[in-house]
């Protein structure tokens, strides 16, 4: 018998941290929990801390107290120890599950550190798409996507030639508002729009998803990951969220992934790739009807994905400033100080106003991204 895989866990507090921890707690034999973070949350660290028995136990804000961690963890805090963790030699695989652009420097950290990287945190992708596939290469590193489409995909092009890649097609559930009258949208509560009809998800990813931010970020997720220019990558909605994703192939052919909407499928897959077990849910059911519909997107209804598409389009800093004024905007949304057809509003107004550039190292690109986020709180202010 091998020796179980070691894993270092990024927010593993969070929504995507719980299906690894199933995942995890499944296949004990074969996996183990070198390390976990989080950012606030330290009661859901100690606990996972106790039932896991981690060694090294992490939390960005420094907690009042300290005592509660078994004797065999070992906590620290702060922004420079999540980089040690990140980094950690011993471990094996860094599964990146922090939300948004605070997940960039750790997944710089965990890949210069020569380990395996399973990445959920699609953001370091959009920020630094080029700096991140660069350091990789030079190191030798295998990135393994975990957001559900983008493992789809990785799933489906094993043993095959990306050359005869012809597109890409990413499914989208369509969120919780896809079937509200579009007059209806800037009217929509924070509340309504966190009814996810298929995934349950954290509040950022789920609004995302609800104005299909989320399927723009993952357009250039995709691009990043798998090569293909914006032409080559499609988004069609599919209600049932069964297809996580569709290549196809020069020669017409179609391949998709299929697995009920529930991460663990695409975590357990990347976390133990190349092998195959058992998995934690049911696999579908064929015994009963399934729906495989599909339908485009209607651009009036998701100006988010557009706006992803031409920021991937204008390259450079562009799609670093999609993201950056669509966290600032669902910030806002989510305390209440825009509506939610403003989240596009402030998006296309940032991009227009910023200035492009390329920015190389990481910390250009932090400097890039904190300069557009001061632009974006700006719209937000005019807005509200
Ligand atoms: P959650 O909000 O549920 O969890 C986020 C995690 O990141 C928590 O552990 C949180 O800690 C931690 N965190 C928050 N802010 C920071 C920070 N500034 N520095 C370090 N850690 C931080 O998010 P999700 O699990 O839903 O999403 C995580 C990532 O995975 C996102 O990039 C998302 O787009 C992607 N993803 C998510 C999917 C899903 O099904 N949820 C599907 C595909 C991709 P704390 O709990 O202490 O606040
Ligand atoms: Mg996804």
Same mark, same amino acid.
């Given at each position: ?46 606990? +996972? ?12 804000? *420094?907690? #009042? ?9 070992? &906590? ?6 999540? !980089?040690?963790?990140?980094? %950690? *030699? ?12 605070? #997940? ?12 395996? +990287? ?11 798409? *080029?700096?991140? %596939? ?55 509560? !924070?509340?309504?729009? !966190? ?50 994703? +569709? ?30 077990? *058992? ?16 339908? @485009? ?18 390259? #450079?800093?562009? @799609? ?12 806002? &949304? ?5 509506? &939610? %057809? ?38 937000? !202010?005019?807005?509200?």
């Amino acid at each position: 018998m091998t020796d179980p895989k070691k894993i270092v866990l990024l927010g593993a507090t969070g929504s995507i941290g719980d299906s690894v921890l199933r995942v995890i707690r499944k296949h004990q034999d074969s996996l183990e929990l070198l390390g976990i973070s989080g950012h606030s949350n330290f009661a859901k660290l100690i606990e +996972i801390a106790k039932e896991f028995k981690v060694p090294h136990a992490h939390l960005v804000k *420094e907690p #009042g107290n300290i005592g509660s961690f078994p004797e065999t963890t070992r &906590f620290s805090f702060g922004n420079k120890a999540l !980089l040690e963790l990140a980094s %950690m *030699e011993e471990s094996d695989i860094c599964v990146v599950a922090i939300v948004g652009a605070a #997940g960039l420097q750790p997944t710089l950290s965990a890949i210069e550190s020569g380990q395996d +990287i399973v990445l959920a945190n699609k953001e370091s992708l959009v920020m630094g798409g *080029e700096l991140v %596939m660069k350091t990789a290469k030079e190191r030798d590193v295998r990135i393994i996507p975990a957001d559900s489409e983008h493992n789809a995909v990785f799933q489906c092009i094993q043993g095959e030639c990306n050359r005869q890649l012809e597109s890409i097609i990413l499914t989208a559930s369509g969120g919780a508002l896809r079937d509200t009258p579009i007059e209806k949208l800037p009217e929509v509560t !924070l509340e309504e729009t !966190l009814l996810h009809p298929n995934w349950s998800m954290g509040p950022k990813v789920t609004i995302d998803s609800a104005t299909m931010a989320n399927k723009g970020l993952e357009l250039i997720e995709a691009h990043w990951l798998f090569g293909l220019p914006p032409e080559k990558l499609e988004v069609v909605i599919h209600p049932s969220s069964i297809t996580h994703a +569709i290549v196809r192939f020069i020669d017409g052919c179609c391949l998709a992934q299929l697995s009920p909407p529930s991460m663990t499928f695409a975590l357990q897959n990347a976390i133990l790739f190349p092998n195959r077990l *058992e998995g934690v849910e049911q696999s579908l059911d064929f015994s009963k009807p399934i729906d495989l519909s599909f339908y @485009p997107p209607s651009p009036k209804r998701f100006p988010c994905l557009q706006l992803a598409r031409e920021s991937l389009q204008a390259g #450079g800093s562009a @799609p670093l400033a999609f993201n950056a004024s669509n966290e600032i905007a669902v910030e806002a &949304f989510r305390a209440n100080r825009i509506g &939610f %057809m403003e989240i596009p509003s402030i998006i296309k107004d940032t991009l227009n106003m910023h200035d492009s550039s390329q920015a190389h190292s990481l910390e250009e690109l932090l400097n890039l991204d904190s300069d557009i986020r001061r632009l974006a709180h700006e719209r937000v !202010l005019a807005h509200s």
